[in-house]
């Protein structure tokens, strides 16, 4: 089962400071059919603009992923953390008993990102934060893992989320194509670009939930970015 979802078909908020496209119900967009994806609860596509930003706000046990893809963002919390995660670069929060942050784009330029939320595997656990920079240069055999609820894989640099998930993302040249298991179930983003998933077209801004395909074949039709969620069974 692959279920596409186009960007003209997903949720919008208009604050002007900030156009964001959820691909589940968020705020004040609701679509019962679209409540979030087995452990994949929300992800939004966020544009904020130069100087602007998320002010102080709280969370609690959830798994929070951004994905910075032009710009940068900085976040301050009160756990003392203050940090900038540029494009191309990922950060998680861990926000388990409670945490308050903000989260701001640069005063010269604007922001692109995912923000995705994932539901914890064990509740309360102490809040923290992290971020770190990947290489930015396109992938030709597989999309690197970027994020992962297996303490083992961070030997090999990849985040650490308290979650049975994972994020894959990189950029694909043009006519690269990349054959990869994600496991049963798993949502795909083209963030930038065209690209075909097992034969159906996906362009920038879709999205896709993926069960039961088996392995992935991800054809770039174009010079494109791809992200992958792969979700808990």
Known sequence: MMDIVRFDELGKADFG??????HFSFGRYYNPERMGFGNLRVVNDDRVAAGNGFEPHPHDNMEIITYVRRGEIRHRDNMGNDGVTHAGSVQVMSAGTGVTHAEHASATEPTVLYQIWILPNARDVAPRWEMRG???DPVSEALPLLVSGDAADAAGGALYIHADAAL????????TKVTQDFGPRAYVLVSEGAVAVNGQAMRAGDG?????EGALRIEAETEAEVVVVRLAE
């Open 134 to 136: 990947f290489p930015a």
């Open 17 to 22: 400071w900030l156009q964001a496209r959820h």
């Open 168 to 175: 894959y993302g990189g950029r694909l040249a043009a006519g």
């Open 208 to 212: 896709a939930a993926v069960a039961d």
